[in-house]
């Protein structure tokens, strides 16, 4: 039992590159959600998908997008990166949309020269 | 933003009860207050919810007063292995209905031999 799993767990990308962070979980898992950690900020929302076919911007969306392409998947993709998303990323899910227990995946550490 | 104030940092020595309070002015009537802890170049694992008066596990207590407006983890007889950063939690409502819990700057706990 994997739990959350992310992919690539490190990149380093050149400013205005694309790339799509991918995470799956197998907890069968209706929520999901994208988080970013820069240091001394704690961790702030991008995006969130409430249930299969739904997603919703959280705190700080400019610059990403995201896909629920199944129950089981939800992929960030970064369009054109910029230095300012050189960051931590970390896909989490939870059962329903309410619930307080989050499960994370290890992180995904983007560097964007 | 619902908001959370907690100490940037604490030191402890192994064997010492360690006790983080929280303050969330702001927490909605029927939210919950729920803790998580962070090791370094891991995602963040919750660890204790609760509502009111006090709640236990085989991690730590949480205790919360009558008024809801703050709140304590408790862990008991801390190991160097405790050292982490614990963040508190209340939720925000999300423009697409869904009530999920927001993270802020967390505590830095040390534990010292």
């Known amino acids: 039992n994997a739990g959350v799993t992310q992919t690539p767990k490190f990149q380093v990308l050149k400013t205005g590159q694309s790339m799509t962070l991918q995470c799956a979980q197998d907890?069968?898992?209706?929520?999901m959600y994208w988080y970013r950690q820069d240091p001394g900020m704690g961790l702030r929302l991008i995006y969130y998908?409430?249930?299969?076919?739904?997603?919703d911007k959280g705190e700080v969306p400019n610059g990403y997008n995201v896909s629920r392409l199944n129950k089981r998947e939800f992929s960030l993709r970064l369009e054109s990166a910029a230095p300012s998303q050189t960051s931590v990323y970390f896909c989490a899910s939870s059962e329903e949309q309410g619930d307080r227990e989050l499960f994370f995946g290890e992180g995904s550490r983007l560097t964007v020269l | 933003l619902a908001k959370t104030t907690q100490p940037i940092s604490m030191d402890s020595y192994e064997g010492q009860e360690v006790n983080i309070t929280c303050s969330h002015n702001?927490?909605?009537?029927?939210?919950?207050i729920t803790w998580y802890q962070q090791f370094p170049s891991q995602g963040p694992r919750f660890i204790i919810q609760g509502y009111k008066t006090k709640v236990t596990n085989e991690v730590a207590s949480l205790f919360i007063p009558a008024d809801r407006k703050s709140s304590t983890l408790s862990l008991p007889r801390v190991s160097l292995s405790d050292t982490a950063v614990y963040y508190c939690l209340v939720g925000d409502l999300w423009s697409g209905g869904s009530y999920i819990p927001t993270f802020g700057r967390g505590t830095s706990l040390i534990v010292h031999p």
């Open positions: 907890m069968n898992h209706n929520s």
């Open positions: 702001n927490i909605a009537t029927n939210d919950y």
């Open positions: 998908s409430a249930s299969e076919g739904t997603t």
